[in-house]
């Protein structure tokens, strides 16, 4: 939990501290090289801990909770802070303040970025729970939401390219729903000018996740290869249902 990997390298954090995360008014944790397992009664945070590592990786909670929920209640705000030793040996202290009015403060060494998503990046969380089974069980959707979380870790062009998206997609939504199926021209051909931008936009998500889904097969090749009782050849394709 605690590590992640990347080819060779490995970036690790060594300390993480909760100032009124979710059920936790303050907490110190220290881990060492090596795995570490979190153990306790039901209710005693495990998952929140965990919650609170990926969150300052991904400003998003793998349980899909809004950022006011992570805030203990009584609180106004919550603290995230972790130590991260780099594969250079370097360390660096990430931090994050989430507020109930929603102005949300990021720090790395003590230096405050001008925006919260300038903080992706900087630490790297892989998240494993069972709910991942959806991405086997559920629909397209979970697949592509896996696929495109994957692409914004990789390189963070793509997070500014799926904010751009939801943008195009949010706009073309509400001049469909003024109009209420009466467009006049004007807006016909604003229309056009959405649909253009979401159809570009579509589609270099759609030839990213084909070269990502190409570079996974391989490898879960090689780890069902391991996991299965018997040699059974498997394979990853990216077939979207819309092409733009």
Not at 83 to 101: F, G, H, I, K
Not at 144 to 165: G, I, N, P, Q
Request: proline letters at 3%; charged letters at 30%.
């Amino acid at each position: 939990m605690a590590r992640r990997c990347s080819g060779a390298a490995r970036v690790i954090v060594t300390r993480i501290e909760l100032v009124d995360f979710r059920n936790y008014q303050s907490a110190v944790f220290d881990f060492h090289p090596g795995i570490t397992a979190v153990v306790g009664l039901n209710g005693q945070g495990k998952t929140n801990l965990a919650e609170a590592m990926a969150y300052l990786a991904s400003l998003d909670s793998f349980r899909g909770a809004p950022g006011d929920a992570l805030i203990r209640v009584g609180a106004d705000a919550a603290v995230v802070r972790a130590t991260v030793r780099q594969a250079d040996e370097r360390e660096v202290l990430v931090e994050l303040e989430l507020n109930r009015s929603g102005r949300n403060r990021v720090q790395v060494n003590k230096q405050r970025l001008g925006r919260s998503r300038d903080l992706l990046g900087v630490m790297r969380v892989t998240v494993f729970s069972p709910d991942d089974l959806e991405l086997v069980k559920g629909g397209p959707g979970e697949r592509r939401r896996f696929m495109d979380d994957t692409l914004v870790a990789l390189a963070l062009k793509y997070d500014s390219m799926r904010l751009e998206l939801d943008r195009v997609l949010k706009q073309r939504n509400t001049l469909l729903k003024q109009a209420a199926g009466r467009l006049d021209v004007e807006a016909e051909v604003t229309l056009d000018v959405w649909d253009a931008k979401f159809a570009e936009l579509g589609d270099q998500f759609g030839h990213a996740r084909a070269v990502l889904v190409a570079r996974l097969s391989p490898m879960v090749a090689e780890a069902y290869e391991q996991l299965a009782d018997r040699p059974t050849p498997v394979e990853l394709r990216y077939e979207p249902t819309w092409r733009g």
